[in-house]
């Protein structure tokens, strides 16, 4: 039998449960979100918890089965929401570069020097590539990356207390999900590639700022690329493999499962169907919202690309 058991740690309280814990990991978002909801009556030492928790206090939320727990979230408080239940808001260090507004110029910079003159606060993986002139104007390092994404197609995401701009984190481990056995509720549907309306949209900033632009597919889910110093020729030819990869026959959408197996955004999962074993694949995960409390322990995982 499977108890559920957790440990979540706020400044300097120390919880074993709550009412409902709810940790928000991937997509394209730059920020992972938590939200911890304790009952509005508890006191400890005589004082309530508003008075307790406090902003940017440190937060570790753990959870897991039989007294074997696992990390599901490192973050701080950003804020908290008084009234029944008591929620905590809190989010992953991408808090830390929301703090200080930037302001510098270049005249023909890397990517590197921009985020290097972020002065940020947590180590950094960077993508190779050159700008003309460039300027970050009175924002902080969380905007600056948001206008990088929207400008240049540049994603950036942490993990593990690292932040990766125009980089994917390293993979994680393979999870096998038996659909029959793992799976609580599914929304998947599988699609043939004929069936699969696709457009992939590759950019090439080129050192002057320019950006030029090639496209294969059309309709549907739309899937941005972007690369540094790419010819008009090159960049088509890549547009045309990576449709290749996103227009497959294989599932999408989303699972929900149990706390077991304990995955990570990061992670590939390896679907099978005992219904119809011909359809089972590795798929990577796009995003996992995960819930726990005094209802049980759910994680729900929407799929992402298949490999082949």
Same mark, same amino acid.
């Given at each position: ?74 973050? #701080? +408080? &950003? ?6 239940? %008591? ?6 260090? /991408?808090?830390? =570069?929301? *703090? ?23 180590? #950094? +993986? &960077? ?6 002139? %460039? ?6 390092? /969380?905007?600056? =990356?948001? *206008? ?161």
């Amino acid at each position: 039998m499977l108890v559920l058991c957790s440990e979540i740690k706020i400044g300097r309280l120390s919880f074993e449960w709550a009412n409902e814990v709810r940790i928000v990991h991937g997509g394209r978002s730059l920020t992972d979100t938590c939200t911890i909801q304790l009952p509005q009556n508890v006191r400890l030492k005589d004082s309530d918890l508003k008075a307790i928790v406090r902003q940017n206090d440190k937060v570790t939320v753990r959870s897991g089965y039989n007294g074997v727990l696992y990390t599901g979230f490192n973050g #701080y +408080v &950003v804020r908290t929401e008084p009234g029944v239940p %008591f929620k905590i808001h809190c989010e992953d260090d /991408a808090w830390l =570069l929301k *703090q200080k507004p930037i302001t510098k110029s270049f005249r023909s910079p890397t990517l590197a020097e921009i985020i290097a003159a972020m002065d940020l606060p947590i180590p #950094y +993986v &960077v993508i190779d590539m050159k700008f003309g002139a %460039f300027r970050l104007n009175a924002i902080t390092a /969380a905007m600056a =990356l948001e *206008q990088l994404q929207q400008k240049f197609g540049i994603d950036s995401s942490i993990h593990e207390g690292t932040l990766y701009v125009g980089v994917s984190p390293p993979h994680g481990k393979e999870v096998k999900l038996n659909v029959q056995y793992n799976v609580v509720t599914s929304n998947l549907s599988y699609r043939f590639k004929s069936e699969t309306a696709v457009k992939v949209v590759c950019l090439s900033l080129m050192p002057n700022n320019e950006i030029i632009e090639a496209t294969a597919g059309q309709g549907g889910e739309e899937i941005r690329r972007v690369y540094y110093r790419i010819d008009q020729n090159q960049l088509q030819a890549t547009a045309d493999n990576l449709l290749s990869k996103y227009q497959y026959d294989g599932y999408r959408g989303d699972i929900t499962t149990f706390g077991e197996p304990y995955l990570q955004y990061n992670d590939r999962v390896y679907l099978q169907d005992e219904a119809y074993p011909e359809r089972a694949g590795l798929y990577d995960i796009e995003s996992i919202d995960t819930v726990f409390g005094v209802n049980g322990f759910r994680r729900t995982i929407k799929i992402g690309a298949k490999h082949e």
